[in-house]
């Protein structure tokens, strides 16, 4: 069945610091592909996603990319600040007939320190 | 617009004990999904629904019931509460399903069971 591998944190960066968590998949389909993000006390909301392949997601100065060719939609952000400090999860769904769940990583910590 | 709301936000049981968690979305969405999230497991899949008068199991259905007698609301029932039901709950709501549309999240219950 498919499934999604993220990478483990919890990450901790520095203000201004470069971002990449790695998220690979599994999928029989050509799913959709997903970042979702968890603030502190709060439910998951949508960060950014991708429909096909080579299809690039963007939102708040994240980036993630479908890779097809390795199984991978990376999130990255050049420049992460205090108010990033969150739970990233990476998730996938197939648009096909009788496909009603998405499937979710499980999650990244990530910890912005000043 | 209130989006998707749950109720309540924090609970206390004792093991043995029943009890309800109410989600209701005002978006008119025909897909109303269960999860449970746990520390290093991400977020696992409880049961869903496909539309009114509609269930299905998900992931980890086990000691959990529900019912969608209106669209707008789904309810999560734990007749024999254990303490493995300890979690975080998160109810999610969506127009279309798979990967098709972004899920929408509620604010999640906090549920200990001791």
């Known amino acids: 069945g498919d499934s999604v591998t993220q990478m483990e944190g919890p990450v901790t960066l520095s203000e201004e610091a470069f971002l990449t968590i790695n998220c690979t998949y599994t999928a029989t389909g050509y799913p959709s592909l997903f970042w979702y993000v968890q603030y502190p006390g709060e439910g998951l909301q949508l960060l950014l996603k991708a429909t096909k392949a080579d299809d690039k997601g963007s939102n708040k100065g994240f980036e993630a990319t479908y890779r097809k060719e390795t199984t991978s939609f990376h999130l990255e952000k050049g420049s992460v600040q205090v108010s990033d400090s969150a739970v990233y999860f990476c998730?996938?769904?197939?648009?096909?007939?009788?496909?009603?769940?998405?499937?979710f990583g499980k999650g990244t910590k990530l910890s912005v320190i000043p | 617009n209130a989006g998707v709301t749950q109720t309540p936000k924090f609970r206390v049981l004792k093991t043995g004990q029943s009890m309800t968690l109410l989600c209701a979305q005002d978006m008119n969405h025909e897909y109303m999904y269960w999860y449970r999230q746990d520390p290093g497991m991400g977020l696992r899949l409880i049961h869903y629904s496909v539309g009114e008068g509609t269930t299905a199991k998900g992931e980890v259905p086990d000691g959990y019931n529900v019912s969608r007698l209106k669209k707008q609301n789904f309810l999560l029932g734990l007749e024999s509460a254990a303490p493995s039901q300890t979690s975080v709950y998160f109810c999610a709501s969506t127009f279309l399903p798979g990967g098709a549309s972004e899920q929408y999240f509620g604010p999640g219950t906090r549920l200990t069971v001791t």
């Open positions: 998730a996938l769904g197939d648009s096909g007939a009788g496909s009603y769940q998405l499937t």
